[in-house]
């Protein structure tokens, strides 16, 4: 039996006791920057996502944590439509990013990701230098006129990643010759840079050491002030650290969902406790 | 110690090791036997290329250099018609002037002059009327003329056929090679490296032939070859590859282009013949034709060395453009492109060295004629390397064959040029990510 072809009914229904989100419809949209309702997700034949429901409120951490394989990174996929750019994935359901559908005809992918900046699980910088790194989306967007606007919005990019002062002196170096974690906050540095409203990221520490990681985290806790924020967690300790809000996912399906600290202090559901105590995953 | 002394316990422990230690031994025995395995095919496949080498350098390096005579001739006035120069027999000048420097005379039926004549080259001939086309004056007067001996003389003077040779093998009688020692011991022939050679176009006269013709053909028909092959090549994997939707349609059409790449060369012959000149009707043994059809014979070689190339790209990279919200377009030519140059460049180069020496489909579509001239356009008669060299091998003066190893040595060295150039651009661009 694939963990996929569990009844879903059973977790729609614990998926909705969240008391915020009792509500169905537009209402919703207003308790989140990012409101994803009934979302499923298939590739292929393959069903990976149950009707998701979820809020992703502006100025916070929302943190997905579960098992490997229950769909957390699919379901960040369908925040930018990156799940687009996969063929044979078909994407149901509604997520409405300011009020607006993303999903409709009339928004184009492209545009879309500008807004909804996405942060991956392995550095990926781009090998160009550091500075082509976080010029690259401004430029291809138009947003600097001239190249000391660019160099402005590539230098406050850096600040803002807090990465600045470690490579202000070497800005055509390429990015590939950064350390791991200082690659990360490159990455996170290329994505602000294009004005994004969501920032989404895939266990952005996962391939980092724990300083690295503590750097991160910080900068996350910066970045709350200003952007509505996902990440993909494995490690409970970090969703307890740096969300506000937390879904449990498991097999395809929310679980619960709700605030950080109710969330591990206090969670409803057996699987939900399971897991963060480390009994299964 | 006897077997008798162990406990079970030490007695297992010793067979253990026992059986450890051989299995260390037929490891180290297995993994000799692999290392030389692996040398003896190497040496074997060495072998092989110092002796296909060795031959083709042996044969082919006495054409590098060529004996040149330098006479003193008298133009007489008598044997100029001004208003024919053409038809007037330049070549019995030069034999008469040079019999005239050994100190003999013409016999009555012209035995001597035409015995000197066919070791003179009548390159020196054809020198006297350009001069005298340019200067009527210098009739009467002595001028003096430098060119080669013909090919037959060169190789008595190379050493390649000598006096114990039989007279029907070297076809020079005694009395020519009298005459050749006679004119190098008075020192007005001299030997040097063989300009001729690379500089002139095909002749019937050995002496006067030379693989420029071929190397400019060959030249421009790689021309014609790379700026079709290349972009179309290029452009239709990118589009395969980064764009095209994964079908049915497109398992088809890459099943067909690896098929394609297998298929022998003369068959793209057989299509050139059909299509280009049947139908299209573009020049026969022209560098256009020759270029159609080899680019159609790189095709499938380049799409598949370029497909590979953007495969080798992470897709990380193309997540992360698409990312910062670049679209599909702008994701694949500023940067899968860009990584992908190294592979694909080296995959095009050297596809275009195989298509260099390709000689199959172009014996094909005709390109096998004699073109003792340099192409000036991409339609004018042409011939390339691999097809002089078939041209040369089939002549039956034995000047020709020191020729013919002479120009598969040009083919080679431009083979290991593009090579090298492929190597380089490897180096050069290659990046890590
Ligand atoms: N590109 C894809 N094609 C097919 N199946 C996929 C693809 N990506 C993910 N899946 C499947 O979808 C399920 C959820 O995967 P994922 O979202 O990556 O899980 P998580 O990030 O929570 O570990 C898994 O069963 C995985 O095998
Ligand atoms: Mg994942």
Redesign the pocket.
């Known amino acids: 039996m694939t963990?996929?072809s569990n009844p879903r009914s059973s977790f729609k229904m614990t998926a909705q006791r969240d008391d915020a989100l009792a509500s169905a419809g537009t209402s919703r949209a207003a308790v989140g920057k990012v409101s994803a309702t009934d979302v499923s997700?298939f590739?292929?034949d393959?069903q990976?996502?149950f009707d998701v429901s979820l809020d992703m409120p502006d100025r916070m951490v929302t943190a997905?944590i579960?098992?490997?394989?229950?769909?957390?990174?699919?379901?960040?996929?369908c925040i930018n439509r990156m799940n687009d750019t996969?063929p044979?994935?078909r994407v149901d359901g509604k997520i409405i990013l300011d009020g607006e559908d993303i999903n409709d005809r009339k928004v184009d992918p492209v545009l879309l990701r500008a807004r909804v900046g996405m942060v991956f699980q392995k550095p990926n910088p781009f090998p160009k230098s550091i500075f082509e790194n976080v010029a690259y989306g401004p430029r291809i967007h138009g947003f600097a006129d001239n190249k000391t606007e660019l160099a402005d919005i590539v230098e406050s990019s850096l600040k803002r990643a807090g990465l600045w002062k470690e490579v202000a002196d070497r800005l055509q170096a390429p990015g590939t010759s950064l350390s791991g974690g200082q690659q990360q906050r490159l990455v996170i540095a290329r994505a602000i840079a294009v004005s994004p409203e969501v920032i989404l990221m895939?266990?952005p520490c996962s391939a980092l050491d724990p300083i690295a990681t503590a750097k991160i985290e910080e900068l996350i806790d910066d970045l709350r002030s200003q952007y509505c924020i996902v990440i993909?967690t494995h490690s409970m300790a970090q969703a307890a650290r740096v969300s506000q809000r937390t879904a449990f996912?498991h097999m395809?399906a929310v679980v619960e969902a709700g605030a950080t600290d109710e969330i591990f202090t206090n969670p409803r559901d057996t699987r939900t406790q399971d897991y963060i105590t480390g009994r299964f995953g | 110690m006897t077997d008798a002394a162990l406990t079970p316990a030490q007695s297992a422990k010793a067979r253990a090791r026992a059986e450890s230690e051989a299995r260390l031994k037929r490891r180290y025995r297995a993994e000799a036997r692999f290392r030389f395995y692996g040398r003896a095919a190497i040496i074997l496949a060495l072998a092989f290329l110092v002796l296909l080498l060795g031959r083709i350098g042996l044969q082919g390096y006495s054409t590098f250099t060529d004996y040149r005579v330098s006479l003193p001739v008298q133009v007489n006035a008598d044997r100029v018609d001004m208003a024919d120069l053409g038809g007037s027999n330049f070549n019995l000048t030069v034999a008469e002037s040079a019999l005239a420097l050994l100190g003999e005379t013409d016999d009555p039926y012209g035995e001597a002059s035409a015995e000197m004549m066919a070791i003179l080259s009548g390159d020196m001939g054809f020198q006297i009327l350009d001069r005298l086309r340019e200067d009527p004056s210098l009739v009467g007067q002595t001028i003096t003329v430098q060119g080669p001996m013909k090919a037959n003389a060169s190789l008595y003077y190379k050493g390649q056929i000598s006096r114990d040779t039989e007279v029907g093998g070297r076809l020079l009688s005694d009395r020519q090679l009298d005459w050749l020692d006679e004119l190098r011991e008075r020192g007005v022939v001299s030997g040097g490296f063989n300009w001729t050679f690379l500089s002139r176009s095909d002749s019937t006269e050995p002496e006067q032939a030379g693989v420029w013709g071929a190397v400019v053909g060959s030249a421009m028909m790689l021309f014609v070859t790379a700026m079709l092959a290349a972009p179309i090549g290029v452009l239709a994997a990118t589009y395969l590859e980064e764009f095209a939707p994964k079908n049915r349609w497109t398992d088809i059409i890459e099943v067909n282009i690896n098929n394609l790449a297998a298929v022998p060369s003369i068959i793209y012959g057989l299509l050139g013949l059909a299509v280009f000149i049947n139908w299209l009707a573009v020049p026969r043994s022209s560098p256009l034709l020759g270029g159609l059809v080899l680019a159609l014979m790189s095709l499938p070689t380049i799409i598949i060395a370029t497909r590979s190339a953007l495969r080798a790209v992470p897709p990380s990279i193309r997540e992360a453009a698409l990312a910062v919200g670049a679209s599909r377009t702008q994701t694949v030519f500023h940067h899968v492109l860009p990584l992908a140059m190294p592979g694909m460049m080296t995959g095009v180069i050297l596809s275009l060295a195989h298509a260099l020496g390709e000689t199959a489909p172009l014996l094909m579509i005709g390109m096998v004629s004699f073109v003792p001239g340099v192409p000036e356009t991409l339609t004018s008669a042409a011939t390339v390397l691999p097809v002089q060299i078939f041209i040369w091998e089939n002549a039956s003066e034995r000047a020709f064959h020191e020729r013919t190893a002479a120009a598969i040595i040009v083919l080679l060295v431009f083979m290991v040029l593009m090579n090298l150039v492929a190597v380089l651009v490897r180096r050069r661009f290659e990046r890590r990510w």
Do not use: W
């Open positions: 963990p996929m997700v590739y292929g393959k990976a996502l997905l579960g098992p490997s394989g229950c769909g957390k990174s699919t379901f960040l996929r996969i044979g994935a895939d266990e993909v996912f395809g």
